[in-house]
């Protein structure tokens, strides 16, 4: 386990700013450009093409966020709030809601009907939602700047409510700050990276204003969570790392992807043996709480580790 204490000041922390921004940029410049299929206004190209990847992250965060939502559920009678950052079409939603995997989920979006219009698809997707086991007592709010993903994902219904906003360059809106307010568990599944501190200056106003609600994050290992986790214990965040523990995000898109980040993670000195080097993108997943939280179940113990 690795922890920071909340509050808990880096010496060498403006330095750290430059470097983590710098690096952001340089692996996701590294990193296969996907921008074509993020913004479809259904998910049948977003799905297709990430099933060739093994994409599977969300599957590998299901059981970790069930357990999370299981914990936070002993403390209130009213369903848990959760806010997906970076929810895209609402893969988090569809798997935390309902009892499907991830392959049932693209297997469904890419049998889509060619030449379907939104509606048709739209009305399908509700139809195929509602014949699933729900589980009550969740309800999930998306952010993402994809407009036309969180547009489907709330029109089918996997999303609550969805605010197509780039946190890394806009402020929440009114009404969003609002609704922020009642959540419990914020969850991520690879957006660290592509958000970065700034996003999180802004969304913790909003999210902390009844209570610190907790935050887990499923990051690439190549993104330094340093400044994200300084940010975090300024608002009075403690954050652990899983250690001795990595969950798969997808296979390499080319050999040009992999050999950029393999020499990059071997600069940062993190060993691809294993993982990267073998194809393999992995993440590491962070749990940001309340100090008083963290002292009494530590992170190896709330998953059994």
């Known amino acids: 386990m690795v922890v920071r204490a909340a509050g808990q000041k880096n010496e060498k922390w403006k330095i750290q700013i ?11 410049e590294a990193k296969s450009n996907m921008d074509h299929i993020y913004n479809q ?7 297709g093409e990430l099933q060739k990847l093994n994409y599977i992250i969300p599957e590998e965060a299901k059981p970790i966020f069930q357990q999370l939502i299981s914990c936070l559920q002993e403390r209130k009678d009213k369903p848990i709030s959760i806010l997906d950052l970076g929810c895209s079409y609402g893969i988090n939603a569809a798997l935390l809601k309902y009892d499907i995997t991830l392959r049932e989920l693209f297997d469904h979006w890419n049998e889509q009907k060619q030449g379907a219009i939104l509606a048709e698809i739209i009305e399908t ?5 509602s ?3 729900n589980s009550d007592g969740i309800n999930v709010i998306g952010i993402d700047p994809a ?11 996997l999303l609550d409510k969805a605010y197509a906003i780039n946190l890394e360059t806009n402020l929440l809106s009114a009404g969003a700050t609002d609704k922020l307010a009642d959540i419990d568990l914020v969850a991520s599944t690879g957006c660290v990276g592509y ?13 902390t204003k009844g209570r610190l609600p907790w935050i887990g994050n499923f990051v690439l290992r190549m993104f330094p969570f340093d400044v994200i986790e300084e940010t975090l214990s300024e608002w009075g965040y403690v954050t652990e790392k899983l250690t001795d523990q990595t969950f798969f995000q997808r296979r390499f898109a080319s050999m040009d992807e992999q050999e950029q980040i393999v020499e990059q993670l071997s600069d940062l000195g993190i060993d691809p043996t294993g993982m990267e080097a073998e194809g393999d993108l992995h993440a590491e997943f962070y749990l940001s709480r309340p100090i ?12 059994h580790v």
């Open 131 to 133: 014949n699933l086991c």
């Open 18 to 28: 430059i470097v983590s921004n710098s690096t952001f940029e340089d692996f996701n």
């Open 147 to 157: 407009e036309k993903a969180v547009s489907y994902a709330e029109d089918v219904g």
């Open 195 to 207: 958000v970065t501190e700034k996003s999180f200056e802004r969304l913790l106003p909003a999210v």
């Open 292 to 303: 008083k939280d963290a002292t009494i179940i530590p992170v190896e113990q709330l998953f």
């Open 41 to 47: 206004v259904d998910p049948k190209a977003y799905s």
């Open 125 to 129: 997707d509700r139809d195929f939602f």
